[in-house]
């Protein structure tokens, strides 16, 4: 039964506990600071499990044609744990982590011998690969790609795309994403 008064199981150092907190609520705490909450309902919520979005700031203009470039993503939406610098996803500790991203690509060049986007993770590369034989070129183009990645603490996680061959004239718009979290 539910306590009117929060109780508390501390560790010696008095920062560490699980406590009540009226509602029928159980909150999880480390170095003084609420890390878990279990509702009435059992819904869990925790404010610093790695999570994070991440847009373009402004539209990446004409990436060169056969050169690999890091996609920009210099708006962060959210980031739940200070982990996402830099276009630079950084895992704080050792899991797998789900990461998307959507690419808004406009001006697709079609005498491109492909497009080359790749997920790249400190373990492995994601790639997705396009062959651009449209009858002409193309204004937009939206290519998204989703993985569960295993990644060890301080391994990092960020997007590349490469335009092989044809004119350099592809723009990446702001309505792109990358985001991802840790999943366990």
Do not use: H, W
């Amino acid at each position: 039964s539910a306590s009117s008064n929060p109780t508390y199981s501390f560790e010696d150092d008095q920062n560490t506990g699980i406590f009540t907190s009226g509602a029928d609520t159980l909150n999880f705490s480390t170095a003084a600071t609420e890390r878990m909450r279990i509702d009435s309902t059992g819904a869990v919520t925790m404010p610093y499990q790695p999570a994070f979005l991440a847009k373009p700031a402004i539209i990446q203009v004409d990436i060169p044609a056969s050169t690999t470039v890091t996609v920009a993503f210099g708006t962060v939406v959210f980031d739940q744990n200070s982990d996402f610098v830099s276009n630079t996803f950084t895992a704080p500790v050792t899991g797998k982590y789900q990461f998307s991203y959507s690419l808004y690509l406009t001006n697709i060049e079609t005498a491109a011998s492909y497009y080359e986007i790749y997920l790249q993770t400190s373990n492995r590369a994601y790639p997705f690969v396009i062959d651009p034989n449209f009858v002409s070129d193309l204004n937009y183009l939206t290519l998204t790609q989703s993985a569960l990645a295993d990644m060890d603490a301080e391994d990092t996680a960020y997007v590349t795309i490469r335009q092989q061959t044809g004119t350099t004239q592809t723009d990446i718009s702001t309505s792109s994403f990358f985001s991802g979290y840790l999943v366990c």
